[in-house]
T-cell receptor, first 113, second 113 residues
Framework: GDSVTQMEGPVTLSEEAFLTINCTYTATGYPSLFWYVQYPGEGLQLLLKATKADDKGSNKGFEATYRKETTSFHLEKGSVQVSDSAVYFC????????????FGTGTKLQVIP | KAGVTQTPRYLIKTRGQQVTLSCSPISGHRSVSWYQQTPGQGLQFLFEYFSETQRNKGNFPGRFSGRQFSNSRSEMNVSTLELGDSALYLC????????????FGSGTRLTVV
């Protein structure tokens, strides 16, 4: 079945550092890929998405490129802020049928001033 | 535009009791999904409803059930509560999960004592 693997956390960075959170997936067919963010005490929020190979999703300075050849969707940001501290989830959704969504285990990011 | 509304936000129940959680999706969204989130197991898919029909079901015991009404509002019910049911229960609605992703509510924090 489908699966999403993301790097173990927590990841601790200093403010203005470069961020990469790795995400790889296994799926049959051509899934859509997503990054969600969860701030303490809240539900998940959609951060960015890509629906086909080579698409780049971007939002709030975060970017991720759908790489079919490496089955990856790594999240990057050039300069993190303290306010980016949260848990980040990579997810995929089947493109047909019931469009089941599969989430990774989440990566906690802590940014220190 | 109103978001996904989950009620109540917090709930404390005793073992053996039952509980009903409510979710009002974004207007126009006919798909509603439920997830259980715990520190140890991460995000676990419970079920998905579309136009009052259950389309997908996760690997949870029959004590967990749900339904969706004609106005797309959804409820989930847990009977004979166990300590291990303590979790954050998240509801998400979507127009099309693969094309647009989910919009999540803030969740219901259930504590079983």
């Amino acid at each position: 079945g489908d699966s999403v693997t993301q790097m173990e956390g927590p990841v601790t960075l200093s403010e203005e550092a470069f961020l990469t959170i790795n995400c790889t997936y296994t799926a049959t067919g051509y899934p859509s890929l997503f990054w969600y963010v969860q701030y303490p005490g809240e539900g998940l929020q959609l951060l960015l998405k890509a629906t086909k190979a080579d698409d780049k999703g971007s939002n709030k300075g975060f970017e991720a490129t759908y790489r079919k050849e490496t089955t990856s969707f790594h999240l990057e940001k050039g300069s993190v802020q303290v306010s980016d501290s949260a848990v980040y989830f990579c997810a995929l959704s089947e493109s047909g049928g019931y469009q089941k969504v599969t989430f990774g285990t989440g990566t906690k990011l802590q940014v220190i001033p | 535009k109103a978001g996904v509304t989950q009620t109540p936000r917090y709930l404390i129940k005793t073992r053996g009791q039952q509980v009903t959680l409510s979710c009002s999706p974004i207007s126009g969204h006919r798909s509603v999904s439920w997830y259980q989130q715990t520190p140890g197991q991460g995000l676990q898919f419970l079920f998905e409803y579309f136009s009052e029909t259950q389309r997908n079901k996760g690997n949870f015991p029959g004590r967990f059930s749900g339904r969706q009404f004609s106005n797309s509002r959804s409820e989930m019910n847990v009977s004979t509560l166990e300590l291990g049911d303590s979790a954050l229960y998240l509801c998400a609605s979507s127009l099309s999960a693969a094309n647009y992703g989910y919009t999540f509510g803030s969740g219901t924090r259930l504590t079983v004592v």
